[in-house]
Every structure is written in structure tokens, then in C-alpha cells.
């Protein structure tokens, strides 16, 4: 009888790809974990219970069918997990690397909640993906059957690649139009390349461009071509353009040099790992190296600076948040990780100001917990007499994005927005009040997670598609 290659959770331990030392990986931008081999992969997926109702595969944003993919790597047939894993999400590989599985499909894995430590669910997800490409498996998208219809898609980040994707296996023609000189979005310029390299995303970029999707680069919309012009050229438009303007920190001497924007600072380091020549880099005015970095923030985005900064030869790197670790919304993972490189945290710190010009200090005001506010989290209270100043030659702000005022930027004051600034589009079509005009991500969300937008661009591929298919249908009779 043939040994069962599941349920093996009570005599495997959970064991996570290993982790490069600190001392090495703060030298370096390469991915901080090694790959699983063959058999530890096979492995950690027997440890899968198979449950009846995959509390991972209900709380993955992209219903991904994660138990029969673990089974299929158990059994050796990594082809077939592939197929299964491409079927629902667009990207594997670069959800198995940044998806924060800690609050998501392994946060919620039952044999977690049982005692036994969860499945590694993440490390699967990208051995599987990286294996497909190393063996040839992943092809460039082949229509059955061209359409004439076009699409312009606003936005190479991955909301419109993944929506990209699905319109081109429709047959359907399909353009991108993005302001950087890359296509990925904030996967190409935000994240750094230690969570993911750059190579992960391009290949998948240059996929689909083999598949037949246009992209129009260094492209400004706004400014270098009409949103008008964009609709006139194509049967639908789709906006998925993120958000990239940076919250403000106010407070005394906050316009001083040396206090700059996180999506300055990542991009720039992001640039150098092309090898691109970066002016501001080049002048120090974003260089960590040899300074004392304070980074304000509690988000993921805060962790992409803290472990940049390391890396870039800082003196020290500190970071600022006014809530204390167990509230804080970043990555408890990317937490961790950070503390291991030489990372300080200084919990329930707010800053209220800054001093020098060039700056030289943060103003730090020691906070407490309060009671609950409307999201059901602690509010920071400042505590009377507790302040000090935190000596600083480079602040970054790291206090979360916002979205542009599209219809400003674009001369569309029918471009309906929420009060916070996003476009208002139907829930999971993405409709706006513009006939065919759709949105998704970032830009309808607020700021939010890479799964998330890959989700919203599939849903509303499948909406641009029946949307045509009506104009179709209409035209025919």
C-alpha cells in the first residue's frame, strides 16, 4: 500500500527555506531566503492537513486553491501544482515572496491554530513558480482566437498587468501606458530587491510583452497624452495607475534638507540595483551611508527603508512609530528580519518636529495607549514631560500613500472620487460612472496590498470582457 503522502503534520516540523545570516544579507540586495530543495519541498507540503474547509485558500484575496497545489508538490507532480497556482493568480512567484502569509493563508491554517505550526505556504508558492520557469513551463500568453477589440490600461503595476494578462488570453489587444521608464509599479521601484529581485518581475513583463501586450513607457498621462486621446484610441480604459502621493508630516523645520520622502528613497536604491545612474544617490541627498537614519513609520513600507538603510552602510537606523509592536501594520516577519540586521525600534514614539537645517535631530514625543478608536485600535496618547531629541542626518517618512487628484491631473471633473481622493468604481467590476472606464487597485482601494490589485485587475478583466462582448452584441443586431 502505497505510503500516504499527506497529513504528515505531527511527525514533520514545520522547517521555513533557510535564511541567509545577518552579517551576510545586510551586505547585499539579493532575496534574503534560499530555495527550498525538491524533497524539503515535497516535505513541508505533506505537512498539509487537506482540512475540509481551507481556511488558507477562504482568506487568500485571490481564493488561490492552495490545498490541492501542496498536494500535488507532495506527490512530485510540480507541473500540474503549477497549473493549478497560474490558474487563479497571475503572479505566484512574486505573491510567494511578498504576500505577508502571516496575516493571511498561513496565519490561518488550521493546523497553526491546532499547536502543530503552520504549512509554509509562501515558500511553496514560489518554489513551484521558480521551478515552472527554470523547466520551461511558463509560456507567453497564445490567444486561441485574436479580437479586434483594444484595451488601454493606465498603469503597469499589478493591478493592470494582471488584468493585462486575462484580456490577452481572451484574444483581445491591449496597451499599458505607465510614467516609469520600467513597467511593475511600486514591485518594480518600491520594493527592494532583498523581499523581491528585479529579475522576477521583468521576466514576467517581458511574458507578456512576447504575448502581445503593448506598453508605451516614460508616458505621463496628463501630460504627455490626453485621457481623452486614451479613450478614443481603445473599446475600454482601465485606470490602475496606484498611489504614489506620500502622506505629509507636519511640525516645526519639517521642510529642512534631509527629511525626504520614502518613495524617493526606494526608488532611487531600486534604480541603483538596474544600474542606473541616480543624480541624488550620487550627491547623498539620498544616500543612507555613514548616517544616523531615523525612519517614521509602522507600515511595510517603513520596513523596506529601515533594511535599505542598513544596507547602504548607515552609522545607525532608527524607526519611529507611535503605536507599540503588537499594533503595528507592517509585517511582524519584516519586523523581525529588520531586528536581526541591527535595526532599533523606538515603539510609542511620535515625532513633532524637527531641528537643523541641514536636519540634525527628530523631535521624539513618548506616547501610551489609550482607548479604542473607531477601528477598534488603541489610540496613542502623549505622555506629559516625555520628550527627547533624536539625533538624525537622514529622516525618511514612511507614513503611508495617497492617491493624485486624478481628475485635476487628467482635466476630468466627471471622473467621480470618494472623499478620500480615490476613484469610485463597483465592487468587484470596477465600473465607474464613465462608460467604459474601469478602475482597480490602489487608485479605488487606498493604499494596499500586491494581492489585492492582482485580484481587482482579474475581476474586472472579466467585466471589461463582457462589457465588450455587449458593445458586440449591440452592434450585430
Not at 488601454?152 to 494578462?165: F, H, K, R, V
Amino acid at each position: 500500500m502505497a505510503k500516504q503522502p499527506m497529513l504528515t503534520f505531527v511527525s514533520v516540523q514545520r522547517d521555513m527555506p533557510e535564511k541567509r545570516e545577518a552579517e551576510t544579507r545586510r551586505e547585499d540586495f539579493h532575496e534574503i531566503y534560499a530555495e527550498y530543495a525538491d524533497a524539503k519541498a515535497k516535505e513541508q507540503s505533506s505537512r498539509c492537513s487537506q482540512c475540509g474547509v481551507p481556511y488558507c485558500q477562504s482568506h487568500c484575496p485571490l481564493h488561490n486553491n492552495i490545498p490541492d497545489w501542496l498536494r500535488l508538490t507532495a506527490e512530485g507532480r510540480l507541473q500540474e501544482a503549477y497549473d493549478v497556482s497560474q490558474a487563479t493568480n497571475t503572479f505566484p512567484e512574486i505573491c510567494g515572496r511578498i504576500c505577508p502569509q502571516d496575516r493571511l493563508c498561513e496565519g490561518n491554517c488550521v493546523i497553526e491554530q491546532s499547536g502543530h505550526g503552520t504549512v509554509t505556504i509562501g515558500a511553496v508558492e514560489k518554489y513551484i513558480t521558480d521551478t515552472a520557469w527554470d523547466e520551461g513551463w511558463v509560456k507567453p500568453v497564445t490567444p486561441a482566437q485574436e479580437r479586434p477589440e483594444s484595451v488601454g490600461i493606465i498603469g503597469a503595476g499589478p493591478g493592470g498587468l494582471s488584468a493585462a494578462d486575462v484580456l490577452r488570453r481572451a484574444g483581445v489587444q491591449v496597451t499599458v501606458y505607465d510614467r516609469y521608464d520600467r513597467g511593475g509599479g511600486l514591485m518594480t521601484y518600491g520594493i527592494p530587491g532583498f523581499k523581491l529581485e528585479k529579475d522576477v518581475v521583468m521576466r514576467r513583463i517581458d511574458q507578456l510583452e512576447q504575448g502581445g501586450v503593448a506598453f508605451v513607457l516614460n508616458c505621463d498621462v496628463g501630460k504627455d497624452i490626453t485621457f481623452e486621446e486614451i479613450r478614443n484610441k481603445h473599446n475600454a480604459v482601465m485606470i490602475a495607475t496606484g498611489v504614489y502621493k506620500s502622506r505629509d508630516l507636519p511640525g516645526p523645520g519639517a521642510g529642512a534638507k534631509g527629511i525626504v520622502r520614502a518613495i524617493d528613497y526606494l526608488t532611487a536604491s531600486n534604480r541603483l540595483c538596474f544600474g542606473d545612474t541616480v543624480e541624488e544617490f550620487e550627491s547623498g541627498d539620498l544616500n543612507a551611508e555613514g548616517k544616523q537614519v531615523v525612519v517614521i513609520g509602522g507600515g511595510d513600507t517603513a520596513m523596506d527603508c529601515v533594511r535599505t538603510a542598513i544596507r547602504q552602510g548607515a552609522k545607525s537606523v532608527k524607526c519611529l512609530y507611535r503605536r507599540d509592536r503588537d499594533n503595528m501594520p507592517g509585517s511582524q516577519r519584516e519586523v523581525q528580519n529588520a531586528e536581526e540586521e541591527g535595526v532599533v525600534f523606538e515603539w510609542l514614539s511620535a515625532p513633532q518636529g524637527f531641528a537643523g537645517d541641514p536636519v540634525s535631530a527628530v523631535k521624539v514625543q513618548k506616547m501610551r495607549l489609550g482607548q479604542p478608536d473607531a477601528t477598534g485600535r488603541q489610540s496613542p496618547e502623549p505622555i506629559e514631560g516625555a520628550e527627547h531629541d533624536e539625533p538624525a542626518d537622514l529622516v525618511i517618512k514612511a507614513l503611508g500613500f495617497e492617491p493624485e487628484d486624478l481628475p485635476t491631473l487628467w482635466g476630468q471633473p466627471e471622473l467621480e472620487v470618494t472623499r478620500w481622493g480615490t476613484i469610485k468604481a463597483e465592487f468587484t467590476t470596477g465600473k465607474t460612472a464613465m462608460d467604459g472606464v474601469f478602475a482597480v487597485g490602489d487608485i479605488v482601494r487606498g493604499a494596499s496590498l500586491v494581492v489585492w490589485a492582482i485580484r481587482d485587475g482579474r475581476d474586472s478583466a472579466e467585466a471589461i470582457l463582457d462589457h465588450l462582448n455587449a458593445a458586440q452584441s449591440i452592434a450585430a443586431e
